[in-house]
């Protein structure tokens, strides 16, 4: 692998096998405002500028990323080697080696999930709606669906046994949203509640990556890692870093991987 020395590495206890990433706005092609490594093939970028620098992403990393169409909701899909780009979902699992997970992100939050035996990894797109999803059941609920259904066939714990790491999204500082949003978590978990600090008359600032470690850790999993809240991790105010469309609007696509080598 030759990954650009600016993209994000996990620090976390993955197996040595498990290899992941989440790309910064370094070392493509694209010309402003999709400066410079746009990976979305929808917000308006040139297609061949798109194309080589996809075709950079696998040449780093050595697997084939699996770029889906993500539509805020929790579908979760199940990558193989032949698997095509586009498939309607917010997250990906998969067993198969040099295949990676890949998710797309310009202020959600990514999540990537592996176990401690490095047999499946997964990728999933936490914006808010995908996050809170439906009677509390969002997409982190769903892709854990996906990995209690593999430890049935190999007899091992699921929540002790998941680790997991939260890339950059819109921060704390940043994610402005309205009573409908921070009612639609607190429908279901009082306690989300907290992850809401007023702003003013029906707004409020929301964090993401906490919301997102709460769920995480109703689940059972306590083995988190990344993203933590704190400015450096955040789109919006690092723009010569990060995508940012809540900054922006006009921007393109970092991509959150992760693969089995």
């Known amino acids: 692998m030759r990954l650009n020395p600016d ?7 993955a197996p040595a096998h498990v290899h ?4 910064t706005r370094t070392g493509g ?5 999709y400066d410079s490594l746009n990976l979305g093939d929808h917000v308006g970028d040139h297609p061949d500028c798109v ?6 992403l696998q040449t780093s990393t050595g697997s084939q990323p699996v770029f889906l169409s993500q539509v805020h909701g929790t579908e979760v899909v199940w990558l193989e080697r032949h698997s095509e780009h586009g498939m309607a979902a917010d997250a990906s699992i998969t067993a198969q080696h040099g295949v990676a997970c890949t998710i797309m992100v310009a202020d959600c939050l990514p999540v990537l999930f592996t176990n ?3 047999t499946a990894v997964a990728a999933a797109h936490a914006g808010w709606r995908s996050l809170v999803g439906h009677n509390g059941q969002g997409v982190l609920e769903e892709v854990f669906e996906r990995f209690k259904a593999l430890a049935l066939m190999d007899k091992a714990p699921v929540a002790t046994e998941l680790i ?3 890339g950059p999204c819109i921060g704390p500082q ?3 949203v309205g009573d409908e949003v921070r009612a639609a978590f607190g429908a279901t978990d009082a306690a989300s509640l907290d992850c809401f600090k007023p702003k003013g008359p029906g707004k409020w600032w929301a964090d993401l990556p906490r919301l997102a470690r709460q769920r995480l850790q109703r689940l059972g999993i306590t083995q988190i890692f990344g993203n933590d809240g704190q400015p450096d991790w955040c789109t919006v105010s690092q723009p010569s870093r990060f995508f940012s469309y809540r900054r922006d609007g006009v921007t ?3 991509a959150a991987c992760i693969w089995l080598d």
């Open 7 to 13: 993209w994000l590495v996990p620090q976390w206890p």
């Open 252 to 254: 393109g696509r970092l």
């Open 29 to 33: 092609v694209s010309a402003p405002p």
């Open 116 to 118: 401690a035996s490095g």
């Open 20 to 23: 992941a990433l989440c790309t």
């Open 174 to 176: 940043a994610f402005e």
């Open 51 to 56: 194309a080589s620098n996809r075709a950079l």
């Open 164 to 166: 997991a790491w939260l």
